[in-house]
T-cell receptor, first 113, second 110 residues
């Protein structure tokens, strides 16, 4: 009965490949997010998405794209992976309303070789 | 642009001590502030959430305060235990997303 789940938990891949990370929430939330935690453990927002609006952090390369097949899922697609993409990626979700709590997934550890 | 700073970056204390972790943010227009715990190689565990209208929240040995006008929050841990060893992150919610500090790495020694 995990609230926010991510797959895979670990992902090791070669530079130049295209990969996807899946995120699902069973909380009935309206807004979903992707965050990146770099090697220095700093967490930064990448995307915020609800059924009306996608907000992209301007520092995110266009090789990264979120795709939402339905309200409960927000998948992260990464094209032409680079060494610097190695990080932990966290998905999160919340109800509509800016004061609402965000609930985080367990993270996906991506290593690009 | 919201910037969140946490001091100290690292802290080592003997078991049983009371301690305070500090968090400051540059834009006081926040909806709430949240404290998280992260164990090595693990995800985020939410500890306390303080709405902008609140001054503090308590959970067990943890107490978090918020002074929105001065852009500060503190996390007080009473009677620290080795199991409290982890990285503590504060995050200011400005509406669009959470803005995280870089964390305080806490080590509680037996």
């Amino acid at each position: 009965d995990t609230a926010v789940s991510q797959t895979p938990k670990y992902l090791v891949t070669q530079m130049g490949n295209d990969k996807s990370i899946k995120c699902e929430q069973n909380l009935g939330h309206d807004t979903m997010y992707w965050y990146k935690q770099d090697s220095k453990k700093f967490l930064k927002i990448m995307f915020s998405y609800n059924n009306k609006e996608l907000i992209i952090n301007e520092t995110v390369p266009n090789r990264f794209s979120p795709k939402s097949p339905d309200k409960a899922h927000l998948n992260l697609h990464i094209n032409s992976l680079e060494l610097g993409d190695s990080a932990v990626y966290f998905c999160a979700s919340r109800l509509a309303g800016n004061q609402e709590t965000q609930y985080f997934g367990p993270g996906t550890r991506l290593l690009v070789l | 642009k919201q910037e969140v700073t946490q001091i100290p970056a690292a802290l080592s204390v003997p078991e049983g001590e009371n301690l305070v972790l500090n968090c400051s943010f540059t834009d006081s227009a926040i909806y709430n502030l949240q404290w998280f715990r992260q164990d090595p190689g693990k995800g985020l565990t939410s500890l306390l959430l303080i709405q902008s209208s609140q001054r503090e929240q308590t959970s067990g040995r943890l107490n978090a305060s918020l002074d929105k006008s001065s852009g500060r929050s503190t996390l007080y841990i009473a009677a620290s235990q080795p199991g409290d060893s982890a990285t503590y992150l504060c995050a200011a919610n400005s509406g669009y997303a959470l803005n995280f500090g870089k964390g305080t790495s806490l080590l509680v020694t037996p």
